[in-house]
C-alpha cells in the first residue's frame, strides 16, 4: 500500500542550529512533492514545492531536497529560531489531490 | 488577498445529531477541497470540487457526509448522523485550476474543530 512516513517523534533543536526533517514514501512516484507548516489551531501553510528533476530547492532559510531513487526528501531549517517551532508536513500528488504525511514537531529551543 | 474563511471555528454536537461547516475560498480559485485531520494525524482528502463539480470523493463516507459547491464559489460540508469518530478539525483549502495543482500550493482555512460527544 501506499505509504508517507515522517517522524513521529518531536525534533527538538537548539536555536542557530540547522534542523533536518525526514519524509519518506513507498508505492508512490510522484514528480511533485511539498512541504507544508501548521502551527496549533491553524491550517497548514505551504512553504516550497520541488519537481522529481530539481533535486534541492531554495527559499531563504529553508531548504529541500528531492531524492526519487531513495523515495525520500529532507527539509532543512539553517539558522532556527523559536519562531520555527512548529509542525511540518510532507505531501505528495499520487492522483489528483494532495496526500499528506502525519507531520513531524520541531521545537526550538532558545 | 482575502484569506480561505471558515465558520463555525468550533462545535460540540452529540453523536447522531446533524452538523455543517462552510466554506469561502479565495476569489478566483477554481478548486476546492475538504479535508478531515484527526489529533496527531495529518490532513486526509475527503472531497474536491473543480469549480462546482466534484472531481474525487472517494474517501467521502457517503452514508453520513455529504459536499455542495452549488455555484462554484462556497461550499457546505454536512455530517449526517454524527459518530463519536468524526471528532477532528475540517479543513477547507482551494488552488488555482486543477491544472496548476502541481506549480501551487493549497491555501488552507482555519478550520472548524468538531468534537462528537
Known amino acids: 500500500s501506499q505509504k508517507i512516513e515522517q517522524n513521529s517523534e518531536a525534533l527538538n533543536i537548539q536555536e542557530g542550529k540547522t534542523a533536518t526533517l525526514t519524509c519518506n514514501y513507498t508505492?508512490?512516484?510522484?514528480?511533485?512533492l511539498q512541504w507544508y507548516r501548521q502551527d496549533p489551531g491553524r491550517g497548514p501553510v505551504f512553504l516550497l514545492l520541488?519537481?522529481?528533476?530539481?533535486k534541492e530547492k531554495r527559499k531563504e532559510r529553508l531548504k529541500v531536497t528531492f531524492d526519487t531513487t531513495l523515495k525520500q526528501s529532507l527539509f532543512h531549517i539553517t539558522a532556527s529560531q523559536p519562531a520555527d517551532s512548529a509542525t511540518y508536513l510532507c505531501?505528495?500528488?499520487?492522483?489528483?489531490?494532495?496526500?499528506f504525511g502525519s507531520g513531524t514537531r520541531l521545537q526550538v529551543q532558545p | 488577498e482575502a484569506g480561505v474563511a471558515q465558520s463555525p471555528r468550533y462545535k460540540i454536537i452529540e453523536k447522531r445529531q446533524s452538523v455543517a461547516f462552510w466554506c469561502n475560498p479565495i476569489?478566483?480559485?477554481?478548486?476546492l477541497y475538504w479535508y478531515q485531520q484527526i489529533l496527531g494525524q495529518g490532513p486526509k482528502l475527503l472531497i474536491q470540487?473543480?469549480?462546482?463539480?466534484?472531481?474525487?470523493d472517494s474517501q467521502l463516507p457517503k452514508d453520513r457526509f455529504s459536499a455542495e459547491r452549488l455555484k462554484g464559489v462556497d461550499s457546505t460540508l454536512k455530517i449526517q448522523p454524527a459518530k463519536l469518530e468524526d471528532s477532528a478539525v475540517y479543513l477547507c483549502?482551494?488552488?488555482?485550476?486543477?491544472?496548476?495543482?502541481?506549480?501551487?500550493?493549497?491555501?488552507f482555512g482555519s478550520g472548524t474543530r468538531l468534537t462528537v460527544v
Open positions: 520541488i519537481r522529481e528533476n530539481e
Open positions: 483549502a482551494s488552488s488555482l485550476a486543477f491544472r496548476d495543482r502541481n506549480n501551487y500550493g493549497y491555501t
Open positions: 505531501a505528495l500528488v499520487p492522483r489528483r489531490a494532495l496526500t
Open positions: 476569489s478566483g480559485h477554481a478548486t
Open positions: 508505492n508512490y512516484s510522484p514528480a511533485y
Open positions: 470540487f473543480q469549480n462546482n463539480g466534484v472531481v474525487d
